[in-house]
């Protein structure tokens, strides 16, 4: 599915999170504009459950395709995804590789957290 509907989906449906059972396509992240940071979305495809924060992912495909390439393939588990990219989540890929990209500086300031634990459970 396109992230472009996915959004969409989101936005008209005003739930707190949307389910899908389909993978997203991750070379349509390029195409999104602006995606609010609370944009959860429950993927469940391939024996596999993800929670996706689509603006957080929207920022790491941004920094790295790759990382948003392999963590949106649900044949792909998250311990593989942390062996290749060093973390498990989109958040934790922002956190340490793209905290300049965040505007809003309380989401800023929470990332900044995260990056101390996860530097500091290595």
Known sequence: MRASE?????????????ELQEEIEYDSLGELQEVPLEVRILVRSKGRARLVFLGFLKIAYECSPEFAKDYLDMSISLEEIKR???????????????????????AQATMRKLKTYILSRE
């Open 6 to 18: 996915v959004l969409r989906r989101y936005l008209e449906e005003e739930e707190f999170q949307l």
């Open 84 to 106: 290749r990219h060093g973390v498990y989540t989109e958040l934790e890929f922002v956190a340490l590789h793209c905290l300049h990209m965040i505007r809003d500086k309380d």
